[in-house]
């Protein structure tokens, strides 16, 4: 499998020069993550050697037991799944397989109940994701679903028909699986939400999917070793992508970093994008803010931004080499020049020169892009873009001098709504909360 | 109905007082609006008044005659349609409702299949929405419709399965309505994509879906009446909206508009709300990065990033008062303190002390933040919502110094596609994108 990438530089200060300048801080950063690694603080560079047959079980069980599978889990514990879904399976998938798929990854009561009237509860496995096992939103959901279960087929066969992805030691859930007799697999305790997709939290429903979890195993394997490569920056893709968003934040002051699929089963991935990178540089009053795109779409949408507004941006554009089918354009109108040009090109031919139209018009006003190229979406190709954009995050982290594999900045929301929650201990907080709310100024429109 | 807004102001130097102290600029923005509408240059906010007997009579002989109702468009000419769809009838509508309803808004061609192997082409009326008649995308979609089409049912019938809506006078296909009779409806000349929701581009796919269109340019007629009160910025939502953005870019570069919707039923809403921040305020150099952000999925994901990170960001909050539906999370572990706070809670109500919770926690660290409350998600909201914000948007035009209602910047991109995919009279633009293309580094890992 090749992956390509193509860099339309600039016309600023970000030359393939100062790029091959960062190779000693890239080695060092290298360094680093191999020595947290090897003394075991930092654990998804393991993930591809692991044994998945304790995956491969369970899976194998829900898919012969049950009609439908609904993932619980938020962040994190729902992207690496979604991520895998929409790319390898897609929107069809539930209307000709089973056991048909749905993720819950908000409290929304108008999503929850679309989500629970597309299932038969009794037939139906609820695999509940959360690494500290006390996120609220997956817990509530996961209440819902047990009572649920319980009102349609009892306590016992309802805990039968659960699935827990936690922490192997701590937590409520780990708790409730000690106590209760609650099916588990494990997160490694040094594998954090956002590093998780190749473990079980992304690689069982995956499994329950029917997708090859060796294969993804496999293509990140054999990234995680192009990712070592040290004979030049350009070479080793975590490096490029690493290097080149950490000058063009540096030295351009761009704090914008799109990501722009032309593919929409890559959407998805583009989210998962996002969540990684934001969280995972995102502090110390630095970091990339990310933004999702999808091209031909946001041509119409973003282009004239991108183009004339303010010069913030790196630009990295995801297409793929060869489409699963398509369709050719009929040549209808001859007479007509705004219709004939497109006749007898297919549609896949059209989308790809649009990129190349629009990184080229990009380019031509010095707004630097990237752009990866699969040769095919399949499950090597994703194992392999994960842990290229996994390896590029944590080096981006030792550049920066910040760590990437903590989030402290998400604590203070949380404490605040547990306050207004009710939740014993936290009772100043939602007093706290209170107060700002109200201090707030209010106005109201009547139309 | 009443629409609530809050306003959790941040530690600078945006404060009331420079808010009030924008009236004047806002007294002329607003006039400078008027005299551009009342000169026939600006129709959007005529919009209200039309009469949508015709759309209203084209839509119920589709609702007749066909079982499927597919609308090509891209940018503009789909994301109004898309949002009504999804905040008045959502992923269910489909497996009950009928014409199904669907979207062509890119050329991927495994969108397009997906979308064909869904419909029965004989029973499908085709919407292709371009005001300019030569959108690439939806030309290329159009002519594979059409194809399609000629081969189920001949070449009469199918022009009989197509409408266009396009502009009154100009462009390919008002050609191809006035040479080979397909019925047409009209975008008014000076209305432009991004404004057009509340013309037939928007109106008549919701009436096919029974969307009741005159609630719709009701509530869109008292929120202009609301966009007019000039007593106080805070009461008219178009001053305060504009207003505040424009303080906070240009008093405290605050270069990033995150719009965060709690409610899945306004994410489309969000990216319409993109287009429209985007493309009429991205030029010159200027203009805001709009941000899509969902409630509470990506407080696991973005608000790291907003609550640590640089301090660019000022925040748009969507809550609807009421849900449709809502379920109590059941009391089920007393004993485990991490669940026992939900239980007896609604989830709608834990959704929206999430937003209190976050919202407070950034009003805490400076980062300031706007709430928009709809009582409910219906015709009337959603009418009022579009027209708030064409205003707001309309107005930051003027107080920024530049258009926003041209979009020069996307131009280019679009000549070196035809060139590249050789359309005649741009050849030499085919070249240059491939200079560009070819120039840039080209590198690939192999895994």
Tied chains: 1, 2.
Excluded at 208 to 223: N, P, Q, T, W
Excluded at 259 to 282: C, I, K, N, P
């Amino acid at each position: 499998m090749r992956i390509a990438y193509g860099l339309a530089l600039g016309q600023g200060r970000v030359t393939l020069e100062a790029l091959e300048g960062l190779r000693e801080r890239l080695l060092e950063a290298q360094q680093w993550l191999e020595e947290e690694g090897a003394r075991g603080e930092v654990g998804f560079m393991d993930l591809p050697l692991q044994d998945p047959s304790p995956v491969l079980q369970v899976a194998r069980e829900v898919r012969n037991l049950y009609d439908h599978f609904v993932l619980i889990g938020i962040g994190g514990s729902s992207l690496g799944a979604q991520t895998l879904f929409d790319a390898l399976r897609g929107p069809s998938y539930n209307r000709h397989s089973h056991p048909t798929f749905h993720i819950l990854d908000n409290v929304d009561p108008v999503k929850v109940e679309k989500t629970m009237s597309e299932v038969k509860i009794e037939a139906t496995c609820f695999c509940v994701v959360s690494k500290s096992g006390s996120t609220a939103e997956s817990m509530a959901n996961f209440l819902v679903a047990l009572g649920l279960l319980q009102r349609a087929v009892g306590r016992e066969e309802a805990r039968k028909r659960i699935v827990f992805i936690t922490d192997p030691h701590r937590g409520t859930l780990r708790e409730l699986a000690r106590e209760e007799g609650y099916r588990s697999l494990d997160i490694p305790s040094n594998v954090g939400g956002r590093f998780s997709v190749l473990s079980p939290v992304g690689l069982f429903p995956a499994a329950v999917l029917g997708i090859d979890v060796k294969r993804l195993l496999e293509g990140a394997s054999r990234a995680l070793e192009a990712c070592k490569r040290q004979d030049s920056v350009t070479h080793n893709p975590a490096w490029l992508i690493a290097g080149l968003h950490y000058l063009y934040q540096t030295l351009e002051h761009r704090g914008i970093s799109v990501m722009m699929a032309y593919h929409e089963r890559l959407s998805t991935f583009v989210d998962w994008y996002r969540q990684l990178w934001a969280e995972s540089l995102g502090k110390d009053g630095k970091g990339q803010t990310p933004v999702k795109a999808i091209g031909a779409v946001d041509q119409h949408s973003q282009i004239q931004l991108y183009n004339e507004g303010p010069r913030d941006k790196v630009i990295t554009f995801l297409q793929v080499e060869n489409f699963a089918l398509d369709h050719e354009i009929p040549h209808l109108y001859p007479h007509k020049p705004a219709l004939a040009y497109l006749g007898r090109h297919r549609l896949g031919e059209l989308l790809k020169r649009e990129l190349i139209g629009t990184a080229s018009a990009l380019a031509k006003r010095g707004v630097p892009s990237i752009t990866i190229t699969l040769p095919k979406i399949d499950e090597a190709c994703m194992g392999a873009l994960f842990m290229v954009y996994e390896m590029a995050t944590a080096l981006s982290g030792y550049l920066y001098g910040i760590n990437p594999f903590d989030q402290p900045g998400v604590e203070e929301g949380k404490q605040l709504t547990y306050g207004l929650m009710g939740r014993e201990g936290y009772q100043d907080k939602g007093y706290e909360a209170q107060k700002i709310w109200e201090k707030s100024i209010k106005a109201s429109l009547i139309v």
